[in-house]
């Protein structure tokens, strides 16, 4: 088994940045696909960025705005949001898979999730 906690959504304006944490525990990472994901109410929830050992992969809306980064030591996945928009507001998810995978129903392990709001 795999608790996963995010950390470190909020209010920010439109332009500005939030770097949201994710704590893994009863398991090393190491051997995971970890991602992210957000779901706004009524929504399914979407891929926004995943990371295997050798590989980091984007949704389009978010590429070259967002960053996905591992530390398997720490046990811990990251992702740096800048030039936050207001379609970015969500609630973020972080998620760990035993597949190379975006897609959600492959996704074993979830987080609780973090509210993000992006103000215009």
């Known amino acids: 088994q795999v608790q996963l906690v995010e950390s470190g959504g909020g209010l920010v304006q439109a332009g500005g940045s939030l770097r949201l944490s994710c704590a893994a525990s009863g398991r090393t990472i190491s051997t995971y696909t970890m991602g992210w994901f957000r779901q706004v109410p009524g929504k399914e929830r979407e891929f926004v960025a995943v990371i295997t050992w050798q590989s980091e992969f984007y949704a389009d809306s978010v590429k070259g705005r967002f960053t996905i980064s591992r530390d398997d030591a720490k046990n811990t996945v990251d992702l740096q949001m800048n030039s936050l928009k207001p379609e970015d507001t969500a609630v973020y998810f972080c998620?760990?898979?035993?597949?190379?995978?975006?897609?959600?129903?492959?996704?074993?392990?979830w987080g609780q999730g973090t509210q993000v709001t992006v103000s215009s």
């Open positions: 998620a760990a898979s035993r597949a190379v995978t975006l897609s959600v129903p492959f996704y074993d392990y």
